[in-house]
């Protein structure tokens, strides 16, 4: 990112302003005013979508239960485990500024100017308040490093901002290929693999198959236009497989204009593989519009890691997504996690400032009578139980959020013993941390995450790539499930024999520009697709 000289005396303004207090106003910030803090000898900031886009006019919209609550305990989770471990970060405790979001990239970019006040010097010589006594001065913690984003699109925005301030960044989520340029993000690591390996997967199923012909599908935005991106390059450098058409859904589509989008691909008739990067409620509206329009059984769905093995987008439409496959990264449910979040109460996790909301969203009751956002006569207990009284399970990037978290750990903990040798807590050369130096020893560790497998980073802060595959599979009437048929491990291992088709058939779909010509028969050039002609 380059900031012109006003950009940044702006920045300026606005980060001095954060750290200078007047008279009773001491305890006010002006950035991140709604957020958790944990106290510690070094800080890590988080980055977390608690809540929603807001409607327009409003940057936060719906509590987001599991995406949200799920993900930012794990880091609290895994900050306990951390600090309890005498093997690890020994006499250092770690603490956290948590941020929320709102799953809005310039919203996003606004909260984070938190982790870079401390960051900045600052001339206050001529700084007085206005009733001409001299300022006094807040320290804020000093951030040394950020675990987040979710999405692409604000992990892109707040990697810029970081890089300026050379603060290395763990993401848990965010898989756009463009985030592996060191050119632009070069303090930005990730623990789940970027969309280039998905892709590269995803032409891998689709040679498979014996498919030579598809179509692919996006939401507009830096996860579906750089995924379907990836998927077209890999896929000229493969060979042997023509794209059809590639369409994109836009951010303010309507019901309407997922209708449209299955038209278009039924224009393609020959085409039943669709390659589809795109949002969860995308995937369900374009579902939808394919059962209004009759074609259950149609088309064969190549799903991203975004649909993975996800209920919402496929529920009470399985008769239109069966058959469908599907790419997840490599995970497992870490069950210290499930025992730590269902013992939370109102009562012992005070230090989430959500946490009461979540507790009305997840039980149907109110906190407080007063300034409660949940409209119902029943007020919470304090009683209810996380799992005993109302479903659980663990969010699928859980593991990811504790991976990141220790992998910052790890760092910090081999730089300790680098330039702190024999010196208990933090001795002068880490006092501060450089970031440049943390980031070095963010890219050379390798340790075993949560689940067992390695973590570690390439030169671009990129992990191995490492998928299970799923198939959507009529198990019984009118019941569906994910089916686990293979894995991806820089090469494909799929058991074909495990897979079933629409209507339970055995039989592979074909999705090809023409088919075989039979005896006495020859190919002709139609308008946009091969026509076979009786001769």
């Not at 750290?19 to 944990?38: D, K, M, N």
């Not at 093997?87 to 405790?93: A, G, P």
């Not at 009305?360 to 009751?365: G, S």
């Amino acid at each position: 990112m380059v900031c012109s000289g006003k950009a940044l005396h702006t920045l300026w303004r606005l980060l001095c302003w954060a750290a200078v207090v007047c008279g009773e106003s001491l305890a006010q910030e002006p950035f991140a005013i709604h957020s958790i803090r944990t106290d510690g000898d070094l800080t890590l900031g988080g980055l977390f979508p608690v809540h929603a886009r807001g409607p327009k006019g409003t940057p936060c919209g719906d509590l987001k239960k599991e995406k949200g609550i799920h993900r930012l305990e794990a880091m609290l989770y895994a900050l306990d485990q951390i600090n309890s471990d005498p093997d690890l970060l020994t006499n250092i405790t770690l603490g956290a500024r948590i941020l929320d979001t709102c799953s809005k990239d310039i919203y996003a970019l606004e909260q984070s100017l938190t982790f870079v006040q401390t960051h900045i010097q600052k001339d206050t010589s001529d700084v007085r308040c206005t009733n001409g006594e001299p300022p006094i001065f807040v320290k804020p913690e000093r951030i040394v490093g950020v675990i987040g984003a979710s999405s692409s699109s604000v992990s892109i925005m707040v990697a810029k901002i970081l890089r300026l301030f050379k603060i290395p960044q763990i993401s848990y989520a965010s898989t756009a290929p463009e985030l592996s340029d060191n050119s632009s993000y070069a303090f930005f690591s990730r623990v789940v693999p970027p969309d280039s390996y998905q892709a590269q997967a995803m032409v891998d199923i689709v040679k498979a198959l014996g498919w030579n012909y598809v179509s692919t599908l996006a939401s507009e935005g830096s996860y579906g236009e750089s995924g379907v991106e990836a998927f077209m390059q890999v896929s000229r450098e493969a060979g042997g497989i023509c794209i059809a058409q590639s369409l994109k859904i836009s951010m303010e589509s309507r019901r309407v204009d997922y209708d449209k989008v299955i038209r278009r691909l039924l224009d393609s008739p020959g085409v039943r593989g669709v390659i589809i990067f795109a949002s969860e409620d995308d995937i369900r509206q374009v579902l939808a519009a394919a059962k209004r329009a009759s074609q259950a059984g149609h088309f064969i769905w190549i799903g991203s890691d975004s649909w993975g093995s996800k209920t919402s987008p496929v529920k009470l439409q399985g008769e239109v997504a069966e058959g469908a496959v599907t790419i997840l990264p490599k995970r497992a449910s870490v069950e210290g996690f499930d025992t730590y979040f269902t013992s939370r109460t109102l009562e012992n996790n005070r230090r989430n400032v959500w946490f009461a909301e979540f507790w009305e969203e997840n039980f149907d009751c109110q906190v407080t009578r007063t300034g409660s956002k949940k409209d119902t006569a029943k007020k919470c207990t304090g009683e209810e139980r996380i799992g005993s009284h109302s479903q659980y399970q663990q969010e699928g990037k859980v593991q990811f959020v504790i991976d990141a978290v220790y992998a910052m750990a790890h760092a910090l903990q081999n730089m300790h013993k680098n330039l702190c040798p024999g010196y208990i807590g933090i001795c002068p050369a880490m006092d501060p941390v450089s970031g440049e130096d943390l980031l070095r020893y963010v890219r050379n560790i390798h340790f075993n995450g949560s689940a067992g497998n390695p973590v570690m980073f390439n030169d671009k802060g990129d992990p191995p790539g490492r998928y299970d595959i799923f198939q959507y599979q009529l198990i019984a009437n009118n019941t569906w499930d994910y089916r686990l048929i293979g894995q991806w491990t820089e090469q494909l291992y799929l058991n074909v024999e495990d897979m079933r088709w629409p209507g339970g058939s055995r039989e592979l779909p074909a999705s090809v520009c023409s088919l075989p010509c039979k005896a006495g028969e020859r190919k002709k050039n139609g308008e946009g697709r091969i026509l076979l002609l009786a001769l």
